[in-house]
């Protein structure tokens, strides 16, 4: 990470719309990841009677906090919603990425999102009256896929799977650990085996969460991340979790933890400086930091809490929906992925507001928030 006086020397390049051009046929590659998309959820409607996301159906922590902005960030830092310093409320989320609910022994990435309350700007098209802005991270550094047609390629894979014989879903994840884990010896690895099942039984409190995606950061462009900083949350980080005959150990595990002990993360930074080695269309490329370090702008705390209940899961799971289109126009996701994330989530909250007979909230102040 760097320091701010090391990020004074980097020289961010200002966005231009010349950077940003559609994949071919991007528009029906984006249409058929909502029909994809959208019968991951009918299936497991059909079998639930409950709606659930596409992806990242189950969630393992519902929490709340607040993010702190420090003063003297540097001004191309200082953008959006962490252009002053202050403390924002928010909620976090935290899921694994499968459609349907698994047990936790069906091992898949992480995600964690992010909305804060209360932030107020410019907004992006269709957040219009809204007070939020969400950040929507993962546990790895980069995209599985360059574009929207790798995407859907490995989607189509990961619906095949939904809602397909629980028990044999466990035992091909274990094989899919062992192959990841052997590839990863040699200095590979493969999301398609860790979105399949093959990612490591660890605890996800001690993970850091990447954007993966590039956002506008003000007139700049950026990708951020979310690092574990305090201690008790450090000491987790590669920290294994048994799973053998306890479906729900991630989110016992975030239960036990926030039961007797809070948690801080820093968020960090990291601007585009070269176009070639950090571009703006292929999600799958991760930026070198020693192009451009990582630069922290806000801190997120959280005091101890009961981190799941069902009347949070009510509330977040069934009534919010996480978008990084919900925001400041000063943070609007770029790329083809993004824009075709763009309908894909708007489809998945509107799956889920007609299924459950519930309207998706955006909270205008922390009052609204569950207890």
Not at 109 to 133: C, H, N, W, Y
Not at 347 to 362: I, T, W, Y
């Amino acid at each position: 990470m760097a320091s701010i006086i090391g990020a004074m020397d980097i020289t961010p390049i200002p966005y231009d719309s010349s950077f940003e051009h559609a994949e071919e046929d991007e528009s029906e590659t984006c249409e058929e990841i909502i029909r994809t998309m959208r019968g991951i959820a009918q299936t497991t409607w059909a079998h639930s009677g409950h709606g659930l996301r596409g992806v990242h159906a189950k969630s393992h922590g519902l929490l709340r906090g607040e993010l702190r902005v420090p003063p003297g960030l540097p001004p191309a830092y200082a953008q959006g919603a962490f252009a002053q310093p202050g403390e924002w409320p928010l909620v976090m989320r935290l899921s694994t990425i499968p459609g349907d609910i698994l047990d936790d022994a069906v091992s898949t990435p992480r995600g964690m999102a992010i909305k804060l309350i209360g932030v107020d700007g410019v907004r992006l098209p269709g957040s219009e009256g809204q007070f939020t802005q969400d950040f929507v991270l993962v546990d790895g550094p980069v995209f599985g896929s360059a574009g929207p047609k790798q995407f859907l390629a490995g989607l189509k894979l990961l619906a095949a799977t939904t809602d397909r014989v629980p028990t044999l879903k466990k035992a091909v994840s274990a094989v899919l650990r062992g192959a990841e884990k052997a590839i990863e010896q040699v200095g590979l690895e493969s999301g398609t085996l860790k979105a399949l099942g093959g990612h490591a039984q660890t605890h996800p409190l001690g993970d850091t969460y990447f954007s993966q995606v590039p956002m506008l950061w003000g007139p700049y462009m950026a990708k951020l991340q979310v690092v574990p900083m305090s201690a008790e949350l450090q000491a987790l980080t590669g920290a294994p979790i048994e799973t053998h005959d306890r479906p729900q150990a991630l989110r016992d595990a975030v239960l036990s933890h926030f039961a007797r002990a809070g948690a801080e993360w820093d968020v960090r930074v990291q601007l585009c400086t070269d176009l070639q080695a950090m571009p703006i269309e292929d999600a799958s490329v991760r930026w070198p930091e020693d192009q451009s370090p990582f630069v922290t702008v806000g801190r997120i705390a959280m005091r101890p809490q009961l981190a799941w209940t069902e009347t949070r899961s009510a509330a977040i799971d069934d009534g919010m929906s996480f978008s990084p289109w919900h925001g400041l126009a000063a943070h609007r996701p770029l790329g083809a992925v993004m824009r075709v994330r763009k309908r894909v989530y708007e489809m998945s909250a509107r799956f889920r507001a007609e299924h459950n007979g519930l309207r998706m909230a955006q909270p205008h102040t922390a009052d609204e928030l569950p207890p």
